[in-house]
Each structure stands twice: as structure tokens, then as C-alpha cells.
């Protein structure tokens, strides 16, 4: 009798102290709630983009755990990212958004880098983040070609972010001459700083000019003079891209490799080492969001677009920034650096 209890207590004590990890991903989301940190301020387009996907993903992910948003801003959103790399549980219930030009970061080794992209696990992007510059509609600047004679001041926040980075590379691989005034606590602060006169103009994502300021290009208030992408955005026909503007095979490679952060975009990832399939359960949670007929017609109703890509592309892709030739990556580290 003795034998048959001291038996069932070891069994017992042993289902009770079996890992989480053997818990079924519906199992461990039941109940939970999932924090998404959103590596900026309110009221930008990564920010409305998130929020955007918090409203849906939960009833996609098994157990429908609560989504909950969470602005950690700073450092062009290498807070965020160094966040969920490094202090964020390694257990699927944090998700984070940051800069699109992270993985290209961190292989510069450009400070404030405390994060290894590709360890991170990719859940998925919502679109392509397309960057372009617009200056204000009283700036004698009309053109890149008159960027390249006359010097306009562009508002700016963090040194990670996209806001700095492209129009510095156009400064130092193609001559322009935008000058930074930094310190705008994020995009929409400098559109606003645009609008009052205290700058000419701004560098940001097309989509975060479309959501705050809907009316600003029909009614001609502002120029956009060129887009960072590879391929021009349907709504941005007349404008070029900074890669048509390279004078060389050596300038468009440059200009290529930086960039290609458009293709990742606004993409989600979790920690690493999350169990693999909670990061599928999120992938596919993700997909799923993607195609929902309300997620759909909410990113519609804020002109937002949707050009989605699956966490397993969007992983390879971030891992593709490793093959650049040595040769050209010191030809991007240049282009990355701020005047003394």
C-alpha cells in the first residue's frame, strides 16, 4: 500500500513541476496578456501601425490572450530593441517594433546597438515602410537639385532612426545639403515643427505624413522630393528614387544596401528563445490578422497600407544584411557618418 501511494505522489509532483514548454501554445496564452513595445512616441505611423495591430491579433493567437500596447521611445528605437533582445522574457509574451534599418545598425556596429537582429525571432511585417523627404511649400528647395545648391533644415529625433539616416547618406554619398536639427521627439513633433516654421522640412515615411497630415500634398502645402526605396510607392509616381539618383555603379550599391531597410519595414519580432512553437503560433496569428476582412477595413479607414510579408521571409531577409561584401559595407559606414 505504502509502494502504491509513494507511487502516485511521484507521479503526482511530477505532472505538477513539468516545464511551460510542455504546455500547449494554447495552454500557455490562455488568459495572458502580450505586451507590444512600440520603439517610439504616440501618433506616428509605426505607432498607429502597432496600435493597429494589438486591436486584432489576440483573437488569431490560440487562447486569445489580451494585446496591450506600450511606447518604450528612445534612441531611434534601439531601446526597444535591446528591450526584447535582452530583458523582455524569453517566453513569447512580449513583441516589439523598431527601425527597419536595425539589422544594416547593428553591422555597422553604429552605437547604441545592444541587440543581435537575426537572434531575434521575426513574426511578420505589415508593409514596406517607404521614407522620403518633403520640404515645406515656402522653402526655395523644390528639388533634389536645388538640395544640392541651397542648404534646408530638416527637423530630426533619434540617431537610429530612418528620420536622421537617409538624409544624411544623401548628404554625404550624393552632396546635399540638408542640415539636421535634432532633439523632435518623434515624427509627428517634427511635422508639427514644419508646420511653425522652425524647419523646412522633414524626413519621414510616407505613411506617416498620409495619417497625421492627409491634406498637405493634394493642397500643395508640401514638396516630396525624393523616396528611399527600390521601387517607387504607387502613390509617389513623380517622385524618384534615391537609388535613380546614384551618378555610379558604386553610389547605387551604397544607396541600394541602405535602402533595403524599405523591404523590412514595420515588422514584429519576440524575443529569442521563445519555444519554436509559440513563434509559430505567433506567425501564423500574424498571417491570419493579415487577411482579416476588420483589420482590413480599419487599416483602410486610416489609409494605411498593407503589403504583407511572413516571419520566415522576413527572418531571411534580416539575415541577408550579413552577406554584404566588406567593401561596400565600409562604403555604407562612411555614408552613415554624422559631420563632426
Known sequence: MTIVRS??????????????????????????????????????????????????????????????PQNRPGAGSFLTLAYVYGVAPKDGTVIGIGAPTAPLDEKLGTQGVRFKTAELNWIGRIDSLINMVFLWHTSPVKSVADALRIESKLSGTGVGSTVSIYPTVMNNVLGTRFKLIMGYKGSNEAQLAVERGEVEGHSTSWTAV?????????????????????????????????????????????????????EIGTAFFTAPGVPQDRVDALRRAFDATMKDPEFLAEAERTKLTIGPLPGEELQKL??????????????????YATPK
Do not use: C, M
Open 210 to 262: 498620409k495619417v497625421a497630415h492627409p491634406d498637405w500634398r493634394p493642397e500643395k502645402k508640401i514638396n516630396v522630393i525624393v523616396q528611399f526605396s527600390l521601387k517607387k510607392h504607387p502613390e509617389l509616381q513623380g517622385v524618384p528614387t534615391v537609388v535613380e539618383l546614384a551618378r555610379n555603379d558604386e553610389e547605387r550599391k551604397v544607396l541600394s544596401a541602405v535602402v533595403n531597410a524599405a
Open 318 to 335: 534580416v539575415v541577408e544584411v550579413a552577406a554584404i561584401s566588406s567593401e561596400i559595407l565600409e562604403k555604407v559606414r562612411a555614408a
Open 7 to 68: 507511487a502516485g505522489l511521484a507521479a503526482a509532483i511530477a505532472i505538477a513541476s513539468a516545464p511551460a514548454a510542455a504546455q500547449t501554445p494554447e495552454q500557455f496564452y490562455k488568459g495572458k496578456q502580450i505586451e507590444l513595445a512600440i520603439g517610439y512616441p504616440p501618433a506616428g505611423s509605426n505607432d498607429v501601425y502597432a496600435r493597429l495591430l494589438t486591436r486584432h491579433l489576440g483573437k488569431h493567437i490560440p487562447g486569445n490572450p489580451t494585446v496591450v
